[in-house]
Each structure stands twice: as C-alpha cells, then as structure tokens.
C-alpha cells in the first residue's frame, strides 16, 4: 500500500537554508542610484511624498531642538537609523515596479496596512518581523540620542546650545578629544547598524524569511564586498548630509533615491531562489 502524502502543514516556517549572496563590482553601487531615478520616474509624486514626510520629520525636529544642539545631533542621528525602516514602502515600490504591477499611493497603503496579511500565523515571529526590527532600531537611535546628549553635554566645558557653538567648542577646540571621541562612538554604532541593514529589510519585506536569518545574511552581504559596500555607505551619509544641509529640502529627493537604490542593492546582492514569497504577486492575501 504506497505511503500517503504528508500532510501541508498550514502553518509554514520560513526557509532554514543560508541564502547565496553575491559579489559585485566597486561601481555597481552607482548603478543602483541610476536604477533608483528610472524607478522614480515611474512612481512619480508617491516616491517624493517619502521625501516630503521625512523632511517634514526633520525640520519638527528642528523646531523643537533648535537650541539645545546636544538633543538635536542626537535625535538626527536616531532618526537616520531608523529610516531604512521608514523607507519600507520605497522597496515595495521597486518590487511593484520589477514585476510589471502598476505603482501609486495603493502600495503604499497595503505596505503599512495589510503586509501581515499574508501571515498565516499571526502568534510567530515571522508576522513579528519587521515590527521586531523597527523596535530594535528605535532602541538602537534612543540609544545613540541620549549617549550623543551625555557625551556634549558631560564632556564640554561650556554649554552648547546652536549648531555653530558646536564647531566652535568641539570641533575646533584646540584642547581635548570630545569630537573624536563622539565620532568614534558613533561610528561604533552605525558600523554594526549598517551591516545589519544593507539588505535586511528588503529582503524581510520580499521573502518569508526569519528577522535573524536577515540580519545574518546582510552581514554575510557586507563582509562578502567590503569595498563595494564601504562606497554605498559613504554614498548614503554623503547624500544624507546634503540632504539635511539643504535645510531638509534636498531630502525630498534624497530619500526616495536611497529606498529605491537600496531595494536594487538587495537584488543584486542576495539570491533569493527557492525562498517563498512573503507576498505573492497577483495574489490577494487573506
């Protein structure tokens, strides 16, 4: 009597193996920049809108912290690593875009309103995903705020309340090592950020995959191409700066070309064969 098929258990676990990551060259991340502005051109004002709203983000920062610098290098610098999670909606964008499925404001919303759907456990951390990683970022940017604010505030001999008194008495003191030390401390926290982040939400958004399987496989993505992605980080901080320099303005277009350069990153990056899809195409998720 032949055996009976197995059962499909209705509750499936995300996949177990190691994903391939690739190599590429030190220029494929200008590539992705140039990808990013095709994307877009097809997205229109719902890619800018992401720009408009973080920049809007900033300058309540702004308003709020504009005379106590130690709050506001602090708080710019929480709102930076959480952003890779606030550009969620630019990857699904691009994902929209590679498929051939019509972009607007409809992505947007079933993004933040119905990803979970496609969950067929809502108890799991696989539901959890990105909500868990969300979390772990804002600790990691309350975190950097309030080590950045004891940092100025404990360490400097004089208060420092505006951005100039900051160049002025910490930048350029001719006496003490406050600045380096705060740029060492923050780029202890950004390295491991980053390296967690390359490829992680893309890629959590894309696949039924588990949170640590992501962050495991965008560090395996960073230690696989040092140099190319050294270079996309200091793309990332260069375009952020001018962007936050321009009185926030050039992060209307700044941060739309990031989230959309990043989904092609992970594309380019990551081999996704044989791992499901956490949201099939031309499927409604129920």
């Known amino acids: 009597m032949p055996a009976s098929p197995s059962p499909v258990s209705p509750h499936p676990t995300p996949a177990s193996r190691e994903l391939r990551v690739h190599t590429i060259t030190l220029a494929q991340p200008l590539d992705w920049l140039l990808r990013a502005w095709r994307d877009i051109a097809r997205c229109g004002w719902v890619s800018f809108a992401h720009g408009l709203v973080l920049a809007l983000g900033g300058l309540v920062i702004v308003a709020l912290a504009h005379d106590r610098f130690w709050l506001l290098a602090g708080a710019f610098s929480g709102f930076l690593v959480v952003a890779p999670i606030l550009a969620t909606s630019l990857y699904a964008l691009s994902r929209a875009i590679e498929r051939g499925e019509q972009v607007g404001f409809h992505v947007v919303l079933k993004t933040w309103l119905s990803w979970q759907n496609g969950h067929f456990s809502k108890w799991g951390n696989d539901y959890w995903c990105l909500v868990q990683f969300g979390a772990l970022l804002g600790l990691a940017g309350t975190g950097w705020m309030l080590t950045s604010a004891a940092l100025i505030t404990l360490l400097t001999p004089v208060h420092i309340g505006t951005p100039m008194e900051f160049v002025q008495h910490i930048i350029l003191a001719r006496n003490g090592f ?39 496989t965008s560090w395996r993505v960073v230690l696989a191409n040092p140099l190319p992605m050294a270079l996309w980080a200091a793309l990332i901080m260069g375009f952020t700066l001018l962007g936050l320099g321009s009185a926030m303005l050039g992060l209307i277009a700044v941060v739309p070309m990031l989230g959309h350069a990043s989904w092609h990153a992970y594309r380019d990056l990551v081999d996704v064969s044989g791992v499901p899809e956490r949201d099939e195409p031309g499927r409604e998720n129920g």
């Not at 406050?178 to 696949?207: H, K, M, Q, Y």
């Open 178 to 216: 406050l600045f380096e030390l705060w740029l060492a401390v923050g780029g202890l926290l950004a390295a491991p950020i980053f390296a967690s982040t390359a490829v992680a939400i893309p890629l959590l958004l894309d696949r039924r995959v588990t949170l640590l399987q992501a962050v495991l």
